[in-house]
């Protein structure tokens, strides 16, 4: 590229896409990394340039030119990662090592990785707080408390910036709900167009934090300019608890039927409760998550098509 670019690695992917568009937005050249095991050509925004392939063996390329980096590919779902941990580290954990070597060397001034809530584990202080000890408790979420230590150490000992990000369920558009490991909202919205019933985990009291994709975009773009940063992690959600089972009633009144509840044994290496204290996020980058869930699940109702 002619000028410094922002790279976005998964961006073919939920929420990877929505990022690119946001930055092509601005004005910005952008290169979309992606090897579509989970990303849509679909979901390339027009005006992006695309570098197909495994991160870990086009990095080098990936990040030519760039001034900023968003590190969104991984290989998504605690379920999948419980299945296929090998893949998940490679892809995860390897991939992250693997862009920030290539930047380090490439001169790029900052990464922002893509990390996830997963990496608090069980433990039972809440909210969320970055400074609680990590407990993973699936090869996912060891992958990205991997991948944010990575960033830390790069960040300590070469001139590349890191800052990584803990995602909290987020939803909306684009998100697939065709793959069998779908998260809870596209699954449920799939469920409702079909007529089938909700399937709930557990008892349905488990509760998460869901942040509207649109909100995570801009604290992700406010993560890249921040200054005085590097080296950080923030939670990035709402900071607003609710419950599988008030998710279901929502999107059921929003569909305007009766959905009926579908009990399912507890998945393994679910966690019971997970919501964040974005406080940290709020004083250091201005962010702050606008969306209310009934009007992103609107919102997200309507682009599904349900």
Known sequence: MSEAAAVVTGGAGFIGSHLAEALLSEGRRVRVVDDFSTGRRGNVPAGAELLEGDVNEVAPRAVEGADAVYHLAALPSVPRSVERPLDCHRATAQGTLAVLAAAAGA???????????SVYGDTE???KREDLPPRPLSPYA????????????????????????????????????????????????????????????????QTRDFTYV??????????????????????????RPASIAELARVLAELSGTGARI?????????????????????????FEARTALPEGLRRTFEAFGA
């Open 107 to 117: 001169g790029v001034r900052r990464v922002v990785f893509a990390s996830s809530s």
């Open 125 to 127: 202080v809440l909210p």
């Open 142 to 205: 060891a992958a990205k408390l991997a991948g944010e230590l990575f960033c830390r150490s790069w960040a300590a000992h070469t001139e590349l910036e890191t800052v990584s990000l803990r995602f909290f369920n987020v939803y909306g558009p684009r998100q697939d709900p065709e793959s069998p490991y779908a998260a809870v909202i596209p699954t449920f919205m799939r469920r409702l167009r079909e007529g089938r019933p909700l399937p709930v985990h557990g008892d349905g009291g």
């Open 214 to 239: 649109g909100d995570v975009v801009e604290g992700i773009l406010r993560a890249g300019r921040a200054p005085g940063v590097s080296g950080r992690v923030y939670n990035l959600a709402g900071g």
């Open 262 to 286: 579908e009990r399912l044994p507890p998945r393994p290496g679910d966690i019971r409760d997970s919501w964040a204290d974005a406080g940290a996020a709020r004083r250091d980058l201005g």
